[in-house]
């Protein structure tokens, strides 16, 4: 689709993606089908890449690795939609952590809610899928766990965490396989640790470079993808309990986390 300028042409007073819609339905000149099956991978598609500022998107998840390869690749400022799990990624970790990557503004805890065509919609109610539709302001949306990816620079993403918390060792204890404190709400990162700490996934809702840094994970696959430097860095050690890195707590084994470490910690 190729939408160079969008006026009043329905004449409804307004300049929206009525319009939009409009021009697409009744000009054969923003239209065309592509030469081959759409996969990002072809030739065509590429070429198509070549040409792009941003690219917004859903990839398929299954993919999603040699997606953002190639966003890579050809150097791309993106907006795309992936699983939560992604974050883990030994090819995704990284760029999270040297501030190449970085979730949207919509909070991980937050469904995102689509239109669809009215044929998904019936299908999920004709087989009670409550958890893919939902009615919302008089009509139904396909709901979605999806979380935004991101290396477009956003407001929220320098946003100062405010941090109320003391550091007690009875409150934040140590992890059994790493030399990390465990944390386990973000708004409960003390604001006098000056260690590494394991803190929720969710911690990247409000993660802020200039505040804080990001060391490395905890999480299922900490021992086959952390560079051996980093294994040092965080004090990890091998525990019965441990399935190949998420933190142990008095022998228990715990969620991923995040390690970090305050930039700045401070004494009141």
């Known amino acids: 689709m190729e939408i160079t300028e969008v006026s009043d042409v329905n004449g409804d007073g307004a300049v929206d993606l009525a319009d939009v819609e409009y021009l697409i339905q009744n000009d054969k000149n923003v239209l065309s089908s592509l030469q081959g099956n759409g996969d990002f991978r072809s030739q065509e598609c590429i070429e198509l890449l070549k040409q792009a500022d941003i690219v917004v998107t859903n990839p398929p998840f299954s993919l999603f690795r040699e997606y953002i390869a190639q966003l890579l690749e050809y150097n791309k400022k993106y907006l795309i939609l992936g699983n939560k799990n992604a974050i883990s990624y030994r090819e995704v970790f990284p760029l999270i952590k040297e501030n190449k990557l970085w979730t949207g503004v919509t909070p991980m805890s937050k469904e995102i809610y689509f239109d669809v065509p009215s044929a998904y919609i019936e299908e999920a109610l004709e087989n009670n899928k409550n958890r893919t539709a939902v009615f919302i302001k008089g009509k139904y949306m396909a709901r979605s766990q999806s979380i ?35 944390v386990c709400k973000t708004q409960d990162i003390p604001y006098d640790y000056y260690g590494i700490m394991g803190v929720p996934i969710t911690f ?30 965080v004090g990890y050690k091998i525990h019965p309990e441990d399935r190949g890195g998420c933190g142990i707590v008095k022998g228990k084994r715990q969620y991923s986390r995040i390690l970090i470490r305050n930039k700045h910690p401070h004494t009141l």
């Open 204 to 233: 990247l809702d409000k993660y802020n470079p200039n505040q804080f840094e990001i060391v490395w994970q905890a999480s299922g696959n900490t021992r086959a993808s952390a560079p051996i430097a980093i294994l040092k860095e």
């Open 148 to 182: 935004w990816f991101t290396n477009l620079d956003h407001n929220k993403r320098h946003e100062e965490l405010d941090l109320v918390c003391r550091y007690s060792p009875e409150e934040y204890p140590l992890y059994d396989n790493y030399n990390a404190i465990d």
